[in-house]
């Protein structure tokens, strides 16, 4: 797949070398001023060997994971890596099934796109035990570049990455960015309802349909027509109404629940997860039917320790927004313990540190002058459990991988019940989370960065009392 701006192209790899540029002759032509004639030719892998991509002496360059090759240089292209000549885009993924080829590429919706440039498919047999690709590109600014390249075109986006990393900022931004804009931005949370309630809530219910339905309601794909809509923890939803969805996205349209008559719906869907998601397709735990449907194109979110360049402008603008209004600034001591810190929580973690530490402060109170944060008052945590996402890499993220973990991700090890130490602490950490939140349990799962199911099984498990929302117990 090639993106640029104001269109896009597929092909499928053969057995030959394939030839891509500005020329009309190239196997794949990319109408884009700074992609040269004869840009770069991919020589698809033999025998299982991985692809590869050849430069041909390109005025603008070719650069794959941030690296720039030297003229008739050829590297090995990883499922997922990003390979930029000059505002382009060229990826390589993986071919949905054959039988479902039809329906993989939808007429794209661009402004200005070059319509004489028309997607050409030539589809692969996969096999599903394969691994499906995902990027794993931890180069950050072309991530951003991807972003912004793909909300341009009618593509259904899959984002990959851990929590708390930002992926509903970045369905946010490709909505914005999309022909779409002007239509409504919906977010369903697929992991913080029940079966039955994820369904009327995705397609609307009539009145009388079930037991409390005083009313009819409009489910949230059909209010979002005309726009786009977040199935965020897409990964947490019931194999019930994955195949339900998947009716709904092959007809474009839905019917409420109690209903016999369907309704006609225009959405552009994007998923998110932190699951490793083509690994629970391969397990079971996802119709792959449905992971095909969703995936136009995967983009992985760099964690945040990927990303260090965006930590202090974070930080600053969470500052500000904290402050709300009154003077405040990080002291140098403050900065530098943000730049060390690894941030396990991502985004969400640095949003919550810079909150609390603006209350410790007492930035509201100061009456003239500026608050200062200073580095006592940054409460990071000094050991968390992280699971990341566990992706196919590609080689790029292989090479930038750190060799060992950042060490103040770790307390000094001491004598003691290690399992007690950490259940204590868990324990801590939810009582800090409910009030915090209040007592909201959604809320509170929010920022524990777990869903409600599972901070509603660690009450039970710890025999705490479910508080009530707008309580603090």
């Known amino acids: 797949m090639v993106l640029w701006p104001g269109g896009w192209v597929t092909q499928g790899l053969g057995v030959g070398p394939i030839l891509v540029g500005r020329a009309q002759e190239c196997d794949v032509h990319v109408d884009e001023a700074s992609v040269s004639r004869r840009h770069v030719v991919i020589h698809p892998g033999v025998d299982g060997a991985p692809a590869e991509v050849e430069d041909l002496g390109s005025a603008n360059g070719t650069r794959v994971g941030g690296r720039r090759l030297a003229a008739k240089e050829r590297t090995a292209l990883a499922l997922g890596d990003l390979v930029e000549m000059g505002r382009a885009i060229l990826v390589v993924e993986v071919a949905r099934p054959v039988a479902r080829a039809a329906s993989m590429w939808d007429a794209p919706t661009i402004p200005h796109a070059d319509r004489g440039a028309q997607a050409r498919v030539r589809t692969l047999e996969i096999p599903m035990a394969q691994p499906l690709g995902a990027h794993a590109q931890a180069d950050a600014e072309s991530v951003t570049r991807l972003v912004d390249l793909v909300a341009a075109s009618n593509l259904s986006v899959v984002l990959l990455g851990e929590t708390g990393v930002g992926k509903e900022v970045t369905a946010a931004r490709i909505h914005a960015g999309s022909p779409r804009r002007a239509g409504p931005f919906v977010r369903i949370n697929c992991a913080a309802l029940a079966e039955t309630l994820l369904e009327s809530e995705l397609f609307g219910h009539e009145r009388g349909a079930f037991t409390g339905a005083v009313k009819a309601k409009t489910g949230l794909l059909e209010a979002a027509n005309g726009g786009t809509v977040l199935l965020d923890e897409v990964g947490e939803m019931p194999l019930t109404t994955q195949a339900k969805l998947l009716r709904v996205l092959e007809s474009r349209e839905i ?105 410790l402060a007492g ?63 868990e ?35 710890f025999g705490m009392p479910r508080p009530r929302k707008n309580r603090v117990e």
């Open 427 to 461: 324990r801590k950490r939810i009582e800090q989370a409910l009030v915090a939140a209040q007592g909201n349990q959604t809320r509170a799962a929010e920022l524990l960065g777990i869903s409600r199911r599972t901070l509603v099984s660690r009450l039970d498990a």
């Open 255 to 359: 019917m409420r629940v109690g209903s016999v008559e369907t309704r006609a719906i225009d959405v552009r869907l994007v998923a998110a997860t932190n699951r490793d998601l083509p690994s629970f397709v391969a397990a079971g735990g996802f119709r792959s039917d449905l992971y095909f449907r969703l995936n136009g194109i995967t983009i992985r979110v760099p964690p945040l320790r990927e990303r260090r360049a965006e930590i202090l402008p974070l930080a600053q603008l969470f500052l500000a927004q904290a402050s709300q209004g009154h003077p405040a600034a990080f002291t140098p001591a403050a900065l530098a313990k943000l730049e060390s810190h690894a941030w396990p929580g991502n985004v969400r973690e640095l949003r919550n540190v810079v909150e609390r530490a603006v209350v």
């Open 363 to 425: 930035v509201s109170r100061v009456s003239g002058g500026s608050g200062s944060v200073d580095a006592e008052h940054l409460a990071v945590e000094t050991m968390m459990f992280v699971q990341p996402l566990q992706a196919v890499p590609s080689r790029a993220s292989r090479m930038s991988a750190p060799t060992e973990p950042p060490p103040a991700m770790f307390a000094p090890v001491a004598a003691g019940d290690l399992r007690a130490d950490v259940e204590d602490f």
